[in-house]
């Protein structure tokens, strides 16, 4: 049994003193997506560049309905990977495990952030996450997940550093509010 949740029409548009402009997906997106519910926000706030959120949700994973791994989905938009390393960030007291991209596209440079949540469990490798839904779905029946990505352009002068304390700061609060949209 999933325990209850939110839905995304009432996430919080205001997460580290950022303000969110929501924004929708095109059609074609959501039909490949096949999610249940879904978030996408770009997060702006003084100084500091855009980051973008989108949480994929869904109730049910089976085949055609699973998250797509940016890992496949990043290249195939144009951009090239320059760096994939898997780092973690705090949630409280707890390790969670991340995949952290750096993408180029011509001059342009991006810093992606993201993982899966199943279950509870915080989940930065496809082949885990993977795993882990298969033991899920035979121990509890429970199959429902999420994909988490966090996303921040990166300007010529800016030092990635920068964009890595950026995105941890956001994701530190982004863990506080996400267990009720996503649950445990």
């Not at 509010?177 to 649950?183: F, I």
Request: overall charge negative; aromatic content about 10%; proline content about 7%.
């Amino acid at each position: 049994e999933i325990p209850p949740r939110r839905m995304f029409n009432s996430f919080p548009l205001k997460i580290n003193n950022m303000i969110a402009e929501e924004d929708v997906l095109p059609k074609v997106e959501q039909t490949i997506l096949n999610m249940s519910d879904y978030f996408l926000g770009h997060y702006r706030g003084g100084e500091v560049l855009p980051i973008t959120l989108f949480i994929g949700y869904y109730d049910r994973q089976s085949a055609g309905s699973t998250p797509h791994s940016p890992r496949v989905c990043i290249p195939s938009g144009g951009w090239q990977i320059e760096d994939l390393t898997e780092i973690t960030l705090k949630n409280g007291e707890q390790a969670v495990p991340v995949n952290r991209v750096l993408v180029t596209h011509g001059e342009d440079r991006l810093l992606v952030y993201y993982w899966f949540k199943q279950r509870g469990k915080y989940i930065a490798n496809e082949y885990k996450a993977k795993f882990n839904l298969l033991l899920g779905g035979l121990s509890s029946a429970r199959t429902d997940g999420s994909l988490i990505r966090l996303s921040m352009p990166i300007k010529a002068s800016m030092p990635e550093a920068q964009a890595d304390a950026e995105l941890s700061a956001f994701s530190e609060e982004l863990f506080k509010v996400l267990p009720v949209y996503v649950p445990d």
